[in-house]
């Protein structure tokens, strides 16, 4: 069988066997890998069984390539070896060498494995060889299983040797668009209590996999109905059921499942049952946007998937918030309740400070777009003090704005409010553009010059009125140190004035 294997994958795996034969130990591709180079799946992600400790033989392989070596499991002595290899055309900047250990021989190793498409070995030495799969060590008949797309476990007791196999079979099902199998299905339902022991980054890394499919939205639906979703967050199950005001056609849960797939297809991923791709025609969409959402925030994650992230999680405070108010149901505070809560959940799940940051901010200003303005489009002082608050961030709660729109309104959208609102994101986008174009005037005043002109005392009055000219000079009303000064007194005049009513 002739195969499609990166180029830079091959450099790695010619190290790996000229290693291993040197220290006569013979070695399997196994897993993913084989699943993936069969399919022609480009994959960063190399699998290797070894007849000797995986453990030392990572650190030494590492060594070797220049690399570095993290134990994944201390007990079955699993340990993974990460590379960065030189930027090439097409080619992963990133690589991950999973050595495991075999304990009794290459057939039992496989039988213990997870599904029967990741139960397939190839000899190591043979394929860097040939670079064709001469013979296919495939017991439980997992190509057959992967020709018809399908995942199905080994046996039943896969979920209870490593509970976070419950997550991949669904990221696995999301990055193959493969289906699950019913008995299978049944049993993830089953096993569900078992995600309780899933470690925290393992769920992180399952999690933001699924998110960063095409069809997040899907899957993410796919998880609650397993009953995983609740397991996994808990603080979500409080928002089933909660009603909301009349303009939203869901619940907050579903209205919250919805969001993912509404950012979806807000980002052009996929498409929306209820929504034509018409709707998008007008929303700013060009290099620099994309550019935006496809920086990486940490290992794992990207503005993309961390937008999905927020989507998922943007009103979980609103059960706890929830009032009836002059016969109308309203959610006061939920955006700062439900960002504090959120900061809780990835801290738990072992999110690093930049996700949960980015996460955090998106949630607590997701309702700031639609409110800068109370007619017409915003000024550019609001726009200014919007992104002063969230930063580039900013850029990403425009478009999850959209998306909480299009999810709260689903079949019932009005397509004038709709115009409006895409009207209002390009706006927004194209003063934050222009506004980073161009350079940050130089401050015309200091602390010192209030208090030695005003009589101010040091205090948050200072930096108040510091910022409000800063505010008044990118929107070109002032220009000059004067006029900074007769700004400020205005200021000070205005707001004695009011107190004395």
Known sequence: MELKVEKQALKILVQVDRFLNENKIYGYLVGGFVRDIIIGR???????????????????????????????????????????????????????????????????????????????????????????????????????????????????????????????????????????????????????????????????????????????????????????????????????????????????????????????????????????VKLLDELQWDEEIVTHFSEEISSGSSRITLLKLAALLHDIAKPETRIISKERVRFFGHTDQGADVVVGILERLRFSNRETKLVETLIRYHMRPTQMSKEGMPSQKAIYRFFRDSGSSGVDILFLSLADHLAARGPELDILQWKWHVQLVNFVLAEYFRQRKLEIPSRLLNGHDLIKNFNLQPGPMIREMLELVQEAQVAGEIKTRDEALSYIKNRLLYREQKLEK
């Open 42 to 276: 480009s994959t960063a992600d190399i699998d290797i069984a070894i007849s000797d400790d995986a453990i030392s033989t990572a650190f030494l392989m590492a060594e070797r390539l220049s690399g570095k070596c993290v134990i994944l499991d201390e007990v079955n002595r699993i340990a993974r070896v990460v590379l960065y290899s030189q930027s090439e055309i097409d080619s992963p900047l990133r690589w991950h060498i999973d050595f495991t250990t075999i304990f009794e021989n290459i057939l039992q190793d496989l039988t213990r494995r997870d599904f029967t498409i990741n139960a397939m070995a190839i000899h190591l030495h043979s394929f860097v060889d040939n670079n064709k799969i001469c013979d296919l060590i495939d017991p439980l008949k997992g190509q057959i299983e992967l020709n018809r797309k399908l995942i199905k476990v080994v046996n039943e007791s896969v979920f209870e040797a490593d509970p976070a196999r419950l997550l991949r079979a669904v990221r696995l099902a999301a990055e193959l668009e493969f289906r699950i199998a019913d008995d299978t299905a049944s049993l993830l339902k089953k096993s569900c209590s078992l995600l309780k022991q899933v470690a925290g980054e393992r769920i992180r890394e399952e999690l933001l996999r699924i998110l960063n499919t095409h069809k997040a939205g899907y899957f993410v639906r796919y998880l609650d109905n397993l009953g995983f979703l609740t397991v996994l967050i808990p603080e979500l199950e409080f928002s089933r059921g909660v009603e909301q005001p009349k303009e939203h056609h869901w619940d907050v849960l579903n209205h919250s499942l919805e969001a993912v797939c509404t950012t979806g297809f807000i980002l052009r991923q996929t498409g929306c049952d209820y929504a034509d």
